[in-house]
């Protein structure tokens, strides 16, 4: 008997290797997944300019990066948009500033879609063979009232299908939307505000990700990093110790050969 309805994750053109370059931008949902791959070991810049949460402000990002990527993340929170009435230009973050100076607009398809595809070519630009993953936040935004973020979320979705269709293989949409409103549909698996994916919905759908989009090699690399990862997190009783001492510096030389036959920046620089 199946209990739960499992979202099928369809397998892209490409793998992802380790220690790669990627940029994430987008929600803070962006941050969460990004940060593992920091963990992870891969060359990654997690939103460098603050989390953006709209299309537009994706491509802001996007526009201010000047090297190139193997593969580019966009997380998109929502088609709302803040546009400062003084400027008529929207803005990726009013700072405090008083609402009155703002009004609030929400994009359409067309204009989700059109922001985005500005992102992708700027991203092609410094890399022609760049990746795009596109994903949408599973995260509600309660201010809107949930028909309108429903709406909202919908309207991304079109644009990004509008996307994967256009830049087929090259865009892809990897379902984190569903697999947390579908798949862990229930609320043991969000924050204590109902509204934010818990850690553990976070780690599983970083276990989809790697299942489906990840290389052999890159999952071995995982595997191997783990103890080595866990040992340098452990807090010792007595870091003094010659016994603790050794330890690390066995691990030390673990890592350098994971350096080496992985081809990885160093973690402590030049030994």
């Not at 949902?29 to 940060?35: C, E, K, S, T, V």
């Not at 510096?249 to 990885?264: D, H, I």
Request: overall charge negative; charged content about 30%.
């Amino acid at each position: 008997m199946e209990f739960r309805t499992i979202v099928d994750i369809p397998k892209p053109d490409f793998e992802i290797q380790s220690g790669e370059r990627i940029l994430f931008v987008g929600s803070c949902f962006a941050d969460n997944i990004g940060q593992r791959f920091v963990d992870e070991r891969f060359r990654t810049k997690v939103n460098p300019f603050g989390v953006m949460y709209n299309p537009a402000s994706v491509l802001h990002t996007v526009e201010q990066m000047d090297e190139a990527f193997d593969t580019v993340v966009i997380t998109l929170g929502t088609n709302h948009v803040y546009i400062e009435k003084a400027t008529g230009e929207i803005v990726d973050n009013c700072r405090k500033r008083a609402q009155r100076l703002f009004s609030e607009e929400a994009l359409t398809v067309d204009a989700c879609c059109d922001y985005l595809r500005q992102a992708i070519l700027i991203a092609k630009v410094h890399n022609p063979n760049v990746r795009i993953i596109l994903t949408i936040s599973p995260i509600r935004y309660a201010k809107y009232g949930y028909h309108e973020s429903q709406l909202s979320k919908s309207t991304l979705l079109l644009a990004v299908d509008r996307l994967v269709r256009m830049y087929s293989g090259e865009v892809v949409y990897f379902p984190a939307y569903e697999i947390i409103n579908d798949e862990l549909r229930d609320y043991r698996f969000y924050k204590s505000d109902m509204l934010h994916p818990s850690e553990q919905a976070v780690e599983y759908i970083w276990e989809r990700l790697v299942e489906v989009y990840f290389s052999a090699q890159a999952r071995q690399f995982l595997r191997e990093w783990k103890p080595v990862k866990e040992a340098f997190a452990h807090r010792p009783f007595n870091p003094e110790s010659e016994e603790y001492k050794e330890f690390i510096e066995n691990m030390k030389e673990r890592n350098r050969e994971l350096e080496r036959k992985y081809g990885l920046t160093p973690l402590f620089g030049k030994e």
